[in-house]
């Protein structure tokens, strides 16, 4: 199927569709789609039912709850804008109903356009799964060879770092998606801190992303420790482990005092299930493994917390 008119309800699949050359299909995005750069010239679809700007994570998470309770989801979809645009393709995604909107409501959307656009939902839920997903795309808008391209340039990528940190000792590894309250990875970041060289401590590939107690991370005293809000950027996700900076030093005080704990720029390398999977597996390679990987600069994607 070849498609002229994309819309993308989802940052990674807008991702994926300029990363495939498809840029120019692309005719409406999300408001979270930022990168690159293009995407923010686009219309945008969605909104979210509260302002996020400046609140910490346990704020939203409050928000989130209400919004849910009061609305039954996160975000609108601006149906009038869209029905404007006529896309012949819809992107979404139905893995996380907090993190993006889902295939019910974009379905809902779609049963009123004119256009009549088919309806991909791309549901990655570890590193195979972002692969497949941009194969996908890359069969929607009719350029498969694209697609496979881009998957063996990430599997080169991946395989790289994975050879340089075969047999080395692997640190034990405490991550955090969310801090209030404290989420645990799943889906595509265990097996992305295992790629790196990593040992992680709590989170399960595959999975979804699950709450914990501060108290049952007492005593994991891990060797390093990662902040990664889910859809924070490197600034928020800092000022987020400052808010939790007691909390933090309670469950990782070898990390902090040996300066190996950071906060990470989750929004680009780590809650998108895209091409920039390979870019997250190497920047925890070199967070992980310094002296291995003198080359991977931190800077502007990662900050060290706590002290």
Same mark, same amino acid.
């Given at each position: 199927?070849?498609?002229?008119?994309i819309?993308s309800l989802?940052?990674? %699949?807008?991702? #994926?569709?300029?990363?495939?050359g498809?840029g120019?299909?692309?005719?409406?995005v999300?408001?979270?789609?930022d990168?690159?750069?293009?995407?923010r010239?686009k219309?945008v679809?969605?909104r979210?039912r509260? /302002?996020?700007?400046?609140?910490?994570?346990?704020?939203?998470?409050a928000?989130v709850?209400?919004?849910?309770?009061?609305?039954?989801s996160?975000y609108?979809?601006?149906?009038?804008?869209?029905a404007?645009l006529g896309?012949?393709?819809?992107l979404?995604q139905?893995?996380?109903?907090?993190c993006a909107?889902p295939?019910?409501e974009?379905e809902?959307?779609?049963?009123?356009l004119a256009?009549?656009?088919? $309806?991909i939902?791309?549901? %990655?839920?570890?590193?195979?799964?972002?692969?497949t997903?941009?194969?996908?795309?890359?069969?929607?808008?009719?350029?498969?060879e694209?697609?496979?391209?881009?998957?063996?340039?990430?599997?080169?990528?991946?395989a790289?770092?994975?050879?340089?940190?075969?047999?080395?000792?692997? =640190?034990?590894?405490?991550a955090?998606?969310?801090l209030? =309250? =404290?989420? $645990?990875p799943?889906?595509?970041?265990p097996?992305?801190?295992?790629l %790196? /060289?990593?040992?992680l401590?709590?989170? #399960?590939?595959?999975?979804?992303?699950?709450?914990?107690r501060?108290?049952d991370?007492?005593?994991l005293?891990?060797?390093v420790?990662?902040?990664?809000?889910c859809?924070f950027?490197?600034?928020a996700?800092?000022?987020?482990?400052h808010?939790?900076r007691a &909390?933090l030093?309670?469950?990782?005080?070898?990390a902090?005092?040996?300066?190996r704990a950071y906060a990470?720029d989750a929004?680009?390398?780590f &809650?998108r299930?895209?091409?920039?999977?390979?870019d997250g597996?190497?920047?925890?390679?070199?967070?992980?493994?310094p002296?291995?990987?003198?080359?991977v600069?931190?800077?502007?994607r %990662?900050r060290?917390?706590?002290?």
């Open positions: 199927m070849s498609v002229a008119r819309a989802l940052p990674s %699949a807008t991702e #994926i569709a300029y990363a495939l498809l120019d299909c692309v005719v409406g999300s408001h979270g789609c990168h690159p750069s293009a995407a010239t219309p679809l969605t979210p509260f /302002g996020l700007d400046g609140l910490s994570s346990g704020e939203i998470d928000a709850r209400h919004a849910l309770r009061e609305f039954g996160v609108e979809v601006d149906t009038e804008r869209l404007a896309p012949d393709l819809l979404t139905g893995m996380c109903e907090v909107v295939t019910r974009a809902a959307a779609a049963l009123g256009s009549c656009p088919a $309806v939902a791309l549901d %990655a839920h570890d590193v195979a799964g972002v692969l997903t941009i194969r996908v795309v890359g069969r929607a808008g009719g350029v498969s694209r697609g496979e391209q881009c998957v063996r340039d990430i599997e080169r990528r991946i790289s770092v994975r050879a340089r940190v075969a047999g080395r000792l692997a =640190p034990r590894v405490l955090l998606e969310w209030e =309250p =404290p989420f $645990v799943g889906h595509w970041v097996e992305m801190v295992a %790196a /060289g990593g040992n401590q709590r989170g #399960i590939a595959g999975r979804p992303s699950f709450t914990v501060w108290e991370l007492a005593g005293d891990p060797d420790l990662l902040v990664m809000p859809g950027d490197l600034a996700a800092c000022a987020d482990a808010s939790y &909390s030093c309670a469950v990782a005080p070898r902090i005092r040996s300066a990470v929004t680009a390398h &809650s299930p895209g091409p920039r999977i390979a597996v190497e920047l925890l390679a070199g967070l992980l493994h002296d291995l990987f003198p080359e600069s931190s800077a502007g %990662a060290r917390v706590g002290h």
